[in-house]
């Protein structure tokens, strides 16, 4: 009797567990055997669109990340970043995949149908950086009927302007340690994980070396006071990173993202 209790309960639970990775997924399932890891903490301030874009300027534009929860309403925008309608619309669009490593030296082109259907894969732990490909950015103009559906996070950066990148991934992949000018990047589907160093203090890390197995073989056995600044950002949520500031990406699950860059006029 007990064991028909106890079979009944792991059936329960995988139902339980199935129906939380698949609701409102949008055709983004993330298989749960494909989570290799959970949500780390967050160390970095967590507000609300009530910022100022004075206070913006004052205490964040400059000087330090923070992730933002909800700031607008992109509700068709995440309609439309569905994995059936991407297929549909812009199925044979060619995008732009680069390694996933600190330098993304190989492009390949491929149709995004090709990419959603045969790389988007879960990121194997054995395989590097340099040898795996990834969706994320070089957007042509062919993506401004789906850019204009999206409301960026408020807060603006004066003598600079804006620009989109777009991307969708499996989950344990992501990008290692790298810096580029300010901007935010936001979660259309999935979660994903960030590890941020200030300017001045430079990651110990391989180029070659996937965030994932940075995560796993190295991050550990940080002392203290190398740990980075990080958080795990969800649908809705967007997070901001100042100029040159490192960071590395990992994507726990199959995940839909937007970048908002700033750049100099």
């Given at each position: 009797m007990i064991s028909i209790y106890r079979l009944f309960y792991t059936l329960l639970l995988l139902l339980l567990t199935s129906s939380i990775y698949s609701s409102d997924n949008s055709g983004w399932y993330t298989d749960p055997a494909s989570i290799l890891v959970q949500p780390g903490p967050c160390n970095i301030d967590i507000i609300n669109n009530s910022l100022t874009q004075h206070n913006f300027l004052t205490y964040f534009a400059y000087k330090k990340p923070f992730q933002i929860q909800h700031h607008a309403d992109n509700t068709q925008f995440r309609k439309a970043c569905s994995k059936d309608n991407l297929l549909q619309t812009y199925g044979d669009k060619i995008v732009r995949l680069s390694t996933a490593n600190t330098y993304s030296y190989k492009k390949v082109d491929v149709p995004l149908r090709k990419y959603l259907t045969e790389y988007m894969q879960p990121q194997d732990l054995k395989t590097p950086g340099n040898e795996t490909l990834y969706w994320f950015g070089e957007n042509s103009h062919e993506w401004d009927s789906l850019f204009k559906k999206y409301t960026p996070p408020p807060y603006k950066i004066p003598e600079m302007i804006e620009a989109y990148?777009?991307?969708?991934?499996?989950?344990?992949?992501?990008?290692?340690?790298?810096?580029?000018?300010?901007?935010?990047?936001?979660?259309?589907?999935?979660?994903?994980?960030?590890?941020l160093y200030p300017p001045d203090k430079?990651?110990?890390?391989?180029?070659?070396?996937?965030?994932?197995?940075?995560?796993?073989?190295?991050?550990?056995?940080?002392k203290p006071e190398d740990r980075p600044f990080e958080c795990t950002i969800s649908p809705g949520q967007a997070i901001y990173f100042p100029d040159r500031w490192w960071h590395a990406t990992l994507n726990i699950d199959n995940s839909v993202f937007i970048s908002t860059f700033h750049a100099h006029k």
């Open positions: 990148s777009f991307g969708a991934a499996a989950a344990g992949t992501g990008v290692p340690f790298h810096f580029h000018g300010p901007g935010y990047a936001e979660m259309i589907y999935g979660r994903k994980r960030w590890f430079i990651p110990d890390f391989h180029p070659n070396q996937t965030t994932l197995q940075w995560l796993i073989q190295h991050y550990p056995s940080l």
